[in-house]
């Protein structure tokens, strides 16, 4: 059996849940393009890079623009987004995940972020858990999506850990795929039927114990 060395940790739906933020900042630019965006049209955009969710809600609304224009949309809607993020607090880190990261310490783990999101360094300050975390990879050092693995291999060499001894921690398929193509073990937070995939699959962190880790 490996032995597991590090824990490496997707941000949102795993550590907290900023998908709201995402959502009401599509929605609002949706409504000033004269259409509207469901929830069910907002799961097809998690996990999804900025770019490609704009591309998803234009072909929604049945709307077409240039490439310089669909710039200025994403940014407007990043700014949007990140108002609403800048006024997180730890009320909103997910239940059982301070706990967890502290047991990942206390066993002598390693634990690093593996997050798309440009922003996740704002979030991680405003939500006061910066200092759980010994190497933060996050959209500004990646250029990669999930599935490639790049985030994740990344944040096992920030930690000096080889990816076989490293386990990552995803609510989405693509995270997961993206674990497992590079070589590492995927615990799925969320629902087993969805993340079919995953070694271990709890529905967060708050069910998640070092004993479990031990298992994998």
Request: hydrophobic letters at 40%.
């Amino acid at each position: 059996m490996t032995t597991i060395k590090a824990c490496i940790f997707d941000l949102d739906g795993v550590i907290v849940d900023t998908a709201v933020y995402h959502y009401k900042a599509w929605k609002r630019l949706a409504n000033e393009l004269g259409f509207d965006i469901t929830e069910a049209q907002n799961e097809n955009l998690k996990g999804v890079s900025r770019m490609a969710s704009l591309d998803l809600i234009l072909g929604w609304g049945g709307v077409t623009k240039t490439e310089a224009e669909k710039e200025q949309l994403a940014d407007q809607k990043n700014t949007w987004y990140v108002d609403m993020i800048n006024k997180m607090t730890p009320d909103e880190i997910l239940p059982g995940a301070t706990e967890f990261l502290q047991a990942c310490l206390d066993a002598g783990l390693k634990t690093a972020l593996g997050s798309a999101s440009k922003n996740a360094g704002i979030i991680l300050e405003k939500t006061g858990i910066t200092h759980f975390f010994n190497a933060i990879i996050d959209g500004n050092k990646v250029s990669k999506p999930k599935p490639d693995p790049e985030v994740f291999l990344k944040g096992a060499e920030e930690l000096s850990i080889p990816a076989e001894n490293c386990v990552v921690f995803e609510d989405a398929i693509a995270g997961v795929e993206a674990a497992h193509n590079g070589g590492m073990k995927a615990v799925g937070i969320g629902s087993p039927q969805v993340l079919t995939e995953a070694d271990l699959v709890v529905s967060g962190l708050d069910k998640m114990t070092i004993e479990k880790l031990k298992t994998l």
